[in-house]
């Protein structure tokens, strides 16, 4: 089941997010659209309120509540009420998916990696963004977990459990980068390649045949 009790009810909240913590924002939309070449055609699964899929020109989503769904189709988007391990489309229909801090939300990661890779053309791929859990803002995510709205009911994980779950689709790792750099010496918003430095760590993986 779909753990969207805390978005139905604070759907707006969640929106204002993104304006109260707009440095963070505007860092994770930097580090995803260094990965998504403008001419190609995707879906957000977990699309939320839109905020990542409207500044990205993304116009199809995936969102199983319906409170934040609606809000996204007042950003432009076509969003489907559905989840992420059933989604409503053909094969081999989109050029890439999207999935941002969505598999700490879904019942089984793998399975929606694996129905990505359905909905995905032969050379298609993913873009996953997440907070890694074993970063510093990861780390104090979990600590308040319980107290959180939003976070109570998530899951958090590694880049390493991430690497792997893919590793058992049909995905392969292709690029890898991370952003957000709190309480160090780096700007916040710098994008880096790899991971175990910043706390949102961006993967892109290629379908593989």
Do not use: H
């Amino acid at each position: 089941m779909p753990r969207i009790k805390s978005f139905e009810k604070y759907s707006k909240e969640y929106d204002e997010w993104f304006i109260r913590n707009q440095t963070i924002y505007l860092a994770e939309l930097k580090a995803i659209k260094s990965l998504i070449p403008i001419e190609k055609t995707g879906v957000e699964i977990g699309v939320g309120t839109g905020r990542f899929a409207s500044p990205l020109g993304i116009k199809v989503g995936i969102e199983p509540s319906k409170k934040m769904a609606e809000i996204a189709r007042k950003r432009g988007i076509q969003v489907y009420e559905a989840v992420a391990e059933e989604l409503p489309f053909d094969s081999e229909t989109f050029d890439f998916a999207l999935m941002v801090t969505t598999i700490c939300f879904v019942d089984n990661p793998v399975n929606s990696f694996k129905e990505a890779s359905r909905i995905l053309k032969p050379d298609g791929f993913i873009v996953i963004g997440f907070v890694d859990k074993n970063s510093e803002l990861g780390i104090r995510y979990q600590l308040k977990k319980d107290r959180s709205k939003f976070y109570r009911d998530a899951v958090f994980y590694s880049a390493e459990e991430v690497i792997e779950y893919l590793r058992k689709t049909q995905l392969d790792v292709a690029t890898i980068k991370q952003t957000i750099f709190p309480n160090s010496s780096k700007r916040i918003d710098l994008v880096k390649d790899g991971y175990g430095e910043g706390s949102f760590v961006v993967i892109k993986a290629n379908k593989t045949s």
